[in-house]
């Protein structure tokens, strides 16, 4: 139940389906002073051993449209969720197509690709509060998303989410202007939303492991964010560096610090780097956590030790 396809038990372990099951699930767990975990599609955890408490598997499956909004239910899987709202004639998903994983996680490290994060779609979260004990909504500016980060990801444990809704649009999808996605489109005079996801999709598929085949959790690392002075001093030493402004700071290309420390492609026995994508930590099999940590740690302290520069893991390390 983890796309790494890393080895691990849980002590407890239940699938719930609706809102009474997960308040329930919970309920039974504070009873046995229990640590729980959600899991969705377990496509953003790094399992280091066995999970000693009670895991809730998420299966709530419901979608309603009320005006621009579809509501989700947090176990519908993301990809469909976005073909869904493609086919009921919506745009506003498309950059998102094929992102693994369920709806629920979505909002916890505020999912993005091709320039569009999870945000921008005016989400609104509907969780069980476990301070509150209650069920309520929370709106974006609550959820205080930011790049790969949430609420939900810094007080991680408080909230369940149960639903979330997204206001999309009914008109044409604006243009990715990514180029491997132009270069895809080039050939269609006003792409779809439904051209666009398939689009993404293709590109995806030849950019990434499919975690089927070969095990990974997609980016390993977050780009990471620097003030503008260390942005500057980095580009003088290093002139080649992509760096990219990101909201009064710098965001530098994680995979392109781990290539230049010679780590695409390398092999540590049963765990690695894809060859294709430096950022991309893949578990070959047989392996464990543990030794897909010890290179993550390789890695940060190669990357550290030439260009001063801390790199964070994105997937959850449990
Ligand atoms: C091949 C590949 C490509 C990827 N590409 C991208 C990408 O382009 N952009 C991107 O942003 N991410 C990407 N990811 C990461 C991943 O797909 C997303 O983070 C996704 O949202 C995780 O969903 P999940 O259901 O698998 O979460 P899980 O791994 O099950 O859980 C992730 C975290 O969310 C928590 N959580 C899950 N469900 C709930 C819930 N209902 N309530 C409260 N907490 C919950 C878990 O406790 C955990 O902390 C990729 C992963 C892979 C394997």
Not at 123 to 141: G, M
Not at 253 to 282: E, M, N, T
Request: charged letters at 20%.
């Amino acid at each position: 139940m983890n796309t790494l396809g890393l080895p691990a038990r849980a002590r407890y372990f239940c699938t719930v389906t609706c809102d009474a099951d997960a308040v329930e699930a919970l309920g039974w767990a504070a009873e046995r002073d229990l640590a729980v975990l959600v899991l969705g599609g377990g496509s953003n955890c790094v399992f280091t051993g066995d999970v000693d408490g009670l895991v809730i598997h998420m299966g709530i499956q419901q979608r309603s449209i009320q005006g621009d909004r579809i509501e989700f239910g947090a176990g519908e899987n993301w990809d469909a969720a976005v073909r869904f709202s493609i086919d009921q004639g919506f745009s506003g998903l498309e950059c998102l197509a094929l992102i693994p994983g369920s709806v629920g996680a979505a909002p916890v490290q505020n999912i993005g690709a091709y320039g569009v994060e999870l945000c921008q779609l005016a989400p609104r979260v509907r969780v069980w509060d476990r301070h509150a004990q209650q069920s309520r909504w929370i709106d974006s500016a609550e959820a205080e998303y930011g790049y790969r980060d949430s609420l939900f990801k810094r007080d991680i444990g408080r909230f369940l989410i149960l639903s979330v809704s997204l206001k999309l649009s009914r008109q044409a999808p604006d243009l990715p202007s990514y180029p491997d996605l132009q270069a895809e489109l080039s050939a269609l005079a006003a792409p779809s939303a439904r051209d666009i996801a398939d689009a993404v999709t293709r590109v995806r598929r030849r950019k990434l492991p499919d975690p089927a085949v070969l095990g990974n959790a997609g980016s390993f690392f977050k780009n990471p964010i620097v003030v503008i002075g260390v942005a500057r001093e980095l580009k003088a030493q290093y002139p080649e560096m992509p760096q990219f402004p990101h909201q009064g700071e710098v965001k530098l290309s994680a995979g392109w610090l781990i290539d230049q420390c010679g780590f695409k492609g390398a092999v540590r026995g049963s765990v690695g780097v894809s060859p294709a994508h430096a950022l991309v930590l893949v578990h070959h099999g047989g392996g464990t956590g543990q030794d897909l940590m010890a290179l993550a740690r390789e890695i940060q302290r190669s990357v550290f030790e030439r260009y001063g520069v801390q790199l964070e893991p994105e997937p959850r390390v449990i």
